[in-house]
């Protein structure tokens, strides 16, 4: 079992382009929740997918979107990015009904 | 209110002595409560949990505290040791309509020395 995987594990952009994060889940789960990780700071929610809809989303303006595909993988999209978007984001997995989240490595976003 | 809080910021304990790390939080909806144990470069792993009806749990050198009436929990990790440095987060979770939203803390940076 690969766990959680996610790439690519670095990005560097400039500001006012877009990018897109991917996420390959725990295998047997359903469940995709992504999360910011500012340096020093714990995660920040971002929103969680399930059965290709996203069922929760934390306080994050439109420009993040995701993304969920039959195979449960799921991407992260940023769009307009910002200086202060560069983060460390994380990709959690989880089976529907049940509490326990299993993170991947993340992807550390920088935005020059 | 969706905050949790956690203190200290950063910790410096012996090896073999006990290291305790304390949240606190607001939202009494939470129903669940787990700790994370991050190492740089690398994402959060779950260590231990705990529900509200409980009030310690423990594994192996883990053992949460756990006092609902005062909205508190703590992590203690006995006989630490170097290994164990690493950043610290708590958390907290609720479930609405079937789904989970969890609200993390700020993290402490343990350092456990020779």
């Known amino acids: 079992d690969a766990g959680v995987t996610q790439s690519p594990t670095h990005l560097i952009k400039t500001r006012g382009q877009q990018v897109t994060l991917r996420c390959s889940p725990k295998?047997?789960?359903?469940?995709v929740s992504w999360y910011q990780q500012a340096l020093g700071q714990g995660p920040q929610f971002i929103f969680q997918?399930?059965?290709?809809?996203?069922?929760q989303r934390g306080n994050f303006p439109d420009r993040f979107s995701g993304h969920q595909f039959p195979n449960y993988s799921s991407e992260l999209n940023v769009n307009a990015l910002l200086l202060g978007d560069s983060a460390l984001y994380l990709c959690?997995?989880?089976?529907?009904?049940?509490?326990?989240?299993?993170f991947g490595p993340g992807t550390r976003l920088t935005v020059l | 209110q969706q905050q949790v809080k956690q203190s200290p910021q950063s910790l410096i304990v012996q090896k073999g002595g006990i290291s305790i790390i304390n949240c606190a939080y607001e939202?009494?909806?939470?129903?669940?409560f787990p700790w994370y144990q991050q190492f740089p470069g690398k994402g959060p792993a779950l260590l231990i949990a705990?529900?509200?009806?409980?009030s310690e749990k423990k594994e192996g050198r883990f053992t949460i505290s756990f006092n609902k009436s005062a909205k508190q929990f703590s992590l203690h990790i006995m006989d630490s040791q170097p290994g164990d440095s690493a950043t610290y987060f708590c958390?907290?979770?609720?479930?609405?309509?079937?789904?989970?939203?969890?609200?993390f803390g700020t993290g402490t940076k343990l350092q456990v020395i020779p």
């Open positions: 959690a997995s989880s089976l529907s009904g049940v509490d326990e989240q299993f």
């Open positions: 295998s047997g789960h359903d469940t």
């Open positions: 997918y399930y059965e290709e809809e996203e069922r």
């Open positions: 939202n009494t909806a939470f129903d669940y």
């Open positions: 705990i529900r509200p009806d409980v």
């Open positions: 958390a907290a979770s609720k479930r609405s309509g079937g789904y989970q939203k969890v609200t």
